[in-house]
């Protein structure tokens, strides 16, 4: 691995910061630290950078330790939110900066800061005033002026946090495509699910418990796409957004193969097989809206024990109301939301228990508001957490 965090701890007086992180990065992956505020991200970030010193851990790269190494000789790069550039000095001042620190050739500068204006697309803005940039073209320059210097490690502090929405989902894709491109290693910091996902190679969801004394650690790392379909704790679930969690007790394995569960009487389509070398047992478990089928664990359970229930929004295909059959769940609708190749539907069953689904449906699937109506919950989409 080229970038080594190990078993960082770090706290101020009566305020534990961050507890116990590890974590890796190899040459040109994106790792995304996502988290709440107040979970320790930024201090960890400085501490990579060494802006900041640990109470103990590691820092290592390339397999030094970096602990003797000041911050200005590391060779990192670090993008603030506020872009930290000069307003007084034009786009191609503020993207040579760095190079004139290095001592860089004014020829070399030159040719470089052509260089990092056309990978932003940002080619003939050199003489253009900082101030009179809109707020992601001045994203754009603080990119490249941490790029220009060809830095070993690049860090960066809530990068898109300045921006409105719409800017904001405009530039994530491009940030990773540009990323990507020039093969840089970086360390992104983010509290925003969505920009991690879209940006990252490997997504590291921090937690903090300061009710225990304990600062920032990692509560589970993996793929953006591992992370969304398998969060490990109900607390990644709820800080992923995923609203219908449900208390649990596995009741055992269900016999039977894919071929032969079916679905509800009528379904229009089977239950998702499970990927292929990835033979997920199909679990009984027992919930307030009756007994549920999933083959989607983030755990291994064995009969008896507690879970919490997460059902994912994609979960529900909606049925007429009466039909009967595996994983199906008697309600009500209580309000639709129209969203494209999608709706959103809230439903109300029995014990109070309410769900929020993105459902494929369509006018005519959905009975008017307040009347009943049937769910089928795809196995594949119910995913078994720890209590």
Not at 23 to 52: Q, W
Not at 183 to 199: C, I, N, S, W
Not at 334 to 351: L, M, P, Q
Request: glycine residues 10%; aromatic residues 4%.
């Amino acid at each position: 691995m080229l970038l080594e965090v190990i078993h960082i701890a770090k706290s101020y007086p009566d305020l534990p910061v961050l507890h116990d992180v590890s974590l890796t990065a190899d040459e040109g992956e994106i790792v995304c630290l996502l988290g709440p505020s107040g979970c320790g991200k930024s201090t960890l970030l400085r501490i990579v950078a060494g802006l900041e010193t640990p109470d103990s851990g590691q820092v290592a790269f390339a397999g030094t330790d970096l602990a003797a190494t000041p911050a200005h000789r590391r060779g990192f790069g670090l993008m603030f939110q506020d872009y930290a550039l000069f307003p007084h000095r034009d786009v191609a001042a503020n993207i040579a900066f760095g190079l004139r620190m290095q001592g860089r050739p004014p020829a070399e500068i030159a040719a470089r800061v052509r260089e990092m204006l056309a990978l932003v697309n940002l080619a003939g803005y050199e003489r253009r005033r900082v101030v009179e940039l809109s707020g992601g073209e001045q994203q754009r320059v603080a990119l490249a002026r941490s790029l220009a210097p060809r830095p070993r490690l690049l860090m960066l502090d809530e990068p898109l946090g300045a921006l409105d929405r719409s800017l904001r989902e405009q530039l994530m894709n491009e940030l990773r495509v540009i990323l990507k491109g020039v093969g840089v290693t970086a360390l992104y910091v983010t509290h925003d699910q969505e920009e991690a996902f879209a940006v990252a190679d490997r997504v590291l969801i921090m937690r903090a418990r300061l009710e225990a004394g304990e600062g920032g650690r990692v509560e589970q790392e993996g793929t953006p796409q591992a992370v969304y379909r398998r969060p490990a704790t109900g607390y990644v679930a709820r800080f992923l957004g995923f609203r219908n969690l449900l208390e649990g007790r596995v009741s055992g394995e269900l016999g039977g193969t894919w071929g032969n569960l079916g679905g509800a009487s009528g379904s229009l389509r089977p239950p998702t097989p499970p990927p292929p070398g990835s033979p997920a047992p199909l679990l009984l478990v027992e919930t307030p809206l009756g007994t549920l089928t999933t083959s989607d664990s983030a755990a291994a359970f064995a009969a008896g024990d507690r879970v919490t229930v997460l059902i994912r929004p994609e979960a529900a295909d909606v049925r007429p109301a009466g039909m009967t059959g595996t994983n199906v769940i008697a309600g009500r609708l209580v309000s639709c939301s129209f969203r494209g190749s999608y709706t959103v539907i809230r439903t109300a069953h029995a014990g109070g228990i309410e769900l929020t689904c993105e459902a494929a449906a369509t006018d005519a699937d959905l009975p008017p508001t307040g009347e009943p109506l049937a769910l089928w919950l795809d196995p594949a989409a119910i995913t078994l957490l720890p209590a």
